[in-house]
């Protein structure tokens, strides 16, 4: 089928050489000069550095997903946390200079080292013939993808810094930046950042509908996956050559293309509680996955041992970066605190559902730690597809999932009154999650109840909890305790960093 499968079987093969020479090569994380660009490889040199940046600690490496966002997303008991991190849920404005503003600082420059990266990227592209890329369509996709990156980036920040639009919020929002160098780019409001966000990824999917549908696209291994989307990175030279696969074309799994995209359109026009728009782009890619009667969840690998799980539920991230050292973070994280990063107990959260393979596969009842980041430890692996998907799904960071676009639909169809209909687009999520119990609601609220409940389950330690309850302003954060924390109205705003506001 036509979707990212999402990095099973052969994506998961590939990640074997993740330490490719390519795959290390030295990153944009700083600008690159014009002479940088005076062939195709310098421009794919800077692309593939811009994913690499988004993949750092400050961003979805660490902070916009196990880290930060999930510690605000109340997915911890605050008590084992590290300072820093513990500082954050005890001040509910978020000034702590020592530790909370450090990491609000990290997070929105580098942000803003993504968005200069692809503004550069963007400047010097139209200077380089066509000709000059191996493929005609090749100048065509680099800047699609630049400018989806460009999009998503001003989005996150906006998520993270402004007001949601639920709560009317009508004041400037962030700097948009679409120069470079661009050293002091102004603040629009909100309905400007979401005019050009939109009008940059609707721009990008319909190049890369075009890319990675009509000419890369050929299931020619297992049925459904595609050799040129995700087989031979195994190959990848420094240069962005290939061997035996297609090398740089390879990657696409990993980095924004169509479905991604069109995912991240339904994602953005619900925040702006345009769920009517949303789903036009969410049926656009579930009506064709559903319809090939495998959309593709991540369980069918489940057994009785836990280590044998995927804890990035391959293939269900729809969006998903990388970082290949994502596991040494994690257990860098640990040594510093060795009891950091513990759930409450999560026996209230599953209540009624012990059988959630979210519960009783990926919580660690003893440890108390959610298996999401953590190296397998099974000495006993083989090289199966199950093992494979985990050692090698390691490096994967989920940003935008399969079950989100079920949420949105479920959203969408609760705000018109269907109800049933909500309920019976939920139970496909609950039903791909082995939960037997029977969804009980008669109206809106009850029925967003147990909608949030279920999206908190699977948001755990994935940086998405927080974005999602402020998306809809619900303030009741169901972290695993009895009764429910209620988030303060300073609790879903971080404040911009002193380093901006000096400089504005």
Known sequence: MKRIYLILSLVLSMMASACNEWLDMPSNEYIFEDEAFSSNRGFRSALVGTYRLVGSENLWGRELTWGFLSVIGRNYNPSMLPTQYRQAITDEDYENPAYVKPILDSIWKTGYNVIANCN???KNIDNLEDAAFEYPWEKEMITAEAKALRALMHFELMRLFVPAPITGFTGKAIPYSETHPDVHPGYKTMEEIFERVIADLKEAKEVLKRVDVDILWEPTIMNYISTPLFYGIQNLREDGTY?????FFSFRGFRMNYWGVTALLGRVYSYKRDNATAVQYINELLDEWEGEDDIGWGWYQYNSN??????KRIPEPVISFWNTQAYTIYENALKALTNSFRMISLTE??????EDYRYKGLYNTLTQRYRVWERPTDPAYSFSLTSSSVLYGGPLLPVLELPELYYIRCEYLAEQGRIDEAIAMLKTVKD???ITSAIVANDYDSFMRVLIKDATRDFLTRGQTWHYLK????KEMYNGTTVPWTAPDSWYVLPIPDSEINFN
Do not use: H
């Open 243 to 247: 061997g035996n696969g297609l090398g």
């Open 349 to 354: 959260l599953f209540k009624g559902d012990e």
């Open 120 to 122: 550069n990227i963007l």
């Open 306 to 311: 836990p280590n044998s799980i995927s804890g």
């Open 471 to 474: 998306k809809l302003n619900w």
């Open 432 to 434: 791909n999650r082995n």
